[in-house]
């Protein structure tokens, strides 16, 4: 997918080392995140297979996120089907926060999903002090369906669940 200024294309292990140097070794982009910061290349090869593997199942897609004018990712964003509705999630290297990346690609996600694969509706999830991410969904189009307490571990926080806002667009004509 391509949009002004981003390439979206599917992951590719190849990927790894760009997105360990750019992103997932940071303790500052993963705080938020399900996952601790990557200590080694084989962890980040690794979580790029398993999505790999996932997108094959047909259980999800994930796409790198390149601006036009850079040759390397600076983030991903990865939509996890059931069904009808999918799920999804983002992470954008620190250095490129703030430009509006992120809402761009969702966007084009969206559009994707709503035409090439007929879901019904998406859904998301942010910490409840994860203000930026929470934008992003807004942004979108993305309603606050309210608190999910004690929903989600986001081990760079704490070793229990925390809170979350959840976020949902309906993708059926005439919905939200």
């Given at each position: ?29 993963t705080?938020y ?29 994930s ?46 996600v ?24 929470a ?16 929903a ?12 979350v ?6 993708l ?5």
């Amino acid at each position: 997918m391509q949009t002004a200024r981003l390439e979206l294309r599917p992951l590719k292990i190849e990927d790894a080392r760009a997105v360990f140097d750019a992103y997932a070794t940071d303790p500052v982009v993963t705080k938020y995140l399900a996952w601790r910061p990557a200590t080694t290349l084989a962890e980040t090869q690794a979580a790029l297979a398993a999505r790999i593997a996932a997108a094959a199942a047909g259980k999800s897609s994930s796409w790198t996120i390149r601006k036009l004018d850079e040759p390397l990712p600076v983030g991903m964003i990865e939509l996890r089907i059931e069904r009808d509705v999918g799920n999804v999630g983002f992470v954008l290297a620190r250095s490129h926060w703030g430009a509006g990346i992120v809402p761009e690609a969702l966007a084009a996600v969206l559009e994707f999903a709503r035409s090439d694969l007929s879901l019904r509706r998406i859904w998301g999830v942010c910490d409840i002090d994860n203000r930026a991410s929470a934008r992003v969904f807004e942004k979108c189009g993305f309603r606050d369906a309210g608190l999910r307490p004690a929903a989600v571990i986001h081990p760079n926080l704490a070793d229990t669940p925390r809170d979350v806002r959840y976020f949902e667009i309906d993708l059926t004509p005439g919905e939200d």
